[in-house]
C-alpha cells in the first residue's frame, strides 16, 4: 500500500516561515505513523495550524487511511483497514532541494526504526520551466531558476544516510527504470533504518547545521560588499551600461562563491584549512577587486 503526500512550495512565506510549516507537517506525519505502528487511533496534535491539519486530515481520507471522527470525539481518527495493511509505504512528493530537509525526513524513520530511500528525478532547468508553465497555478520563472542553483543532489558518497537513493531521468519511462525504482523500495523496506545511541548521527545533523549557519552569515556579508561597492562605483560616475556590467559580474562571483563553499569545491578557496568566514570574504575581496579594476578604468 502507497500512501502519497505531496508539498508545493508556497511563495508566499518566507524561508524561515516555510521550515516550521514543513517541520509541522512532518509531526503530522508522525501522528499517524505512530498510530499504524501501535495500532491504535490517530490524535489531534495540541498546537497545530488549523487549515493545514484539515488539509492533512483529507490528504488521508482521500486515500482511505482514515475514517471521519465521531463528532463527540473529535480529538482522533479511526485507521481504516487500508492503513494497516502490509507493506506500507509513504511517499513524499517534494522537491526538498536542501540534503537538510531530506535529513529530516531520514531522522524520522530512524527515530522508528523505519526503511528510508530517496528517488531524485534529473530534470534540465529547461523542461522544469516549461512544465511549471503548464501548471495552473505556476511558480514564477525566477523561482524555478533560484531552486535550480540551490539544489543539493543526493550524494551517497558524501552522506551514509543518503546511501540507498535512485537517480533516473524524469522523461525515463523505462521498463529497466521501473525495476529499478522496485529495487529501491524493496531493499529499504527489507533494510529498515536502525535507531543506533551514540553521536555519529548528532555529528552529521551538527555538521548540516554549521555549513548553512556558514553559508548564511557569508551571504549577508557578501551582499553588503556587493551593495558598497555598487555604491563606491556610482560616487566615481562609472557609466550606466558598465555599472550593469558590472552588478553582474559581482552576482555571478558571489553565487559562484557560495556555491563553492557549499560544494566544497575550493575553486576560489584553493587552501582546505579555509572553514571561516573571514578567511572566505578576504578570498572573495580579491576576486571582487579584480573585476572592479576594469571598471573603474573605463570611466
Known sequence: MCIFGACTVCV???????????QELL????????????GCQMSTPPNRTEAMWEDFITCLKDQDLISSAAPEARSCYLLTKTAVSRPLFLILDDNFYYQSMRY??????????LGFCQLFLDCSLETCLQRNGQRP???????IHLMGRKLEKPNPEKNAWEHNSLTIESSECSSEASLKLTDLLLTALENPVKYIEDNVEQKEADRIIC?????????????RI????????????????????????????????LEDLRQGNKKYLC?????????????????????VQKYFSKH
Open 211 to 223: 555549513s548553512t549557519n556558514l553559508l548564511h552569515q557569508a551571504d549577508q556579508m557578501l551582499r
Open 226 to 257: 556587493v551593495s558598497q561597492t555598487m555604491k563606491e562605483a556610482k560616487e566615481e560616475r562609472v557609466l550606466p551600461f558598465n555599472l550593469k556590467l558590472l552588478a553582474e559580474e559581482l552576482n555571478k562571483l558571489k553565487a559562484e562563491f
Open 27 to 38: 509531526k503530522y506525519l508522525e501522528y499517524f505513523l505512530l498510530a499504524v505502528i501501535n
Open 137 to 143: 497555478q505556476a511558480l514564477p520563472a525566477e523561482t
Open 12 to 22: 508566499l512565506h518566507t524561508p524561515s516561515q516555510w521550515k516550521l510549516l514543513r
Open 104 to 113: 529530516e525526513v531520514y531522522q524520522l524513520a530512524r527515530k522508528y526504526s
Open 271 to 291: 587552501f582546505p584549512e579555509t572553514t571561516n568566514v573571514s578567511d572566505a570574504i578576504a578570498f572573495f575581496h580579491h576576486e571582487k577587486d579584480n573585476i
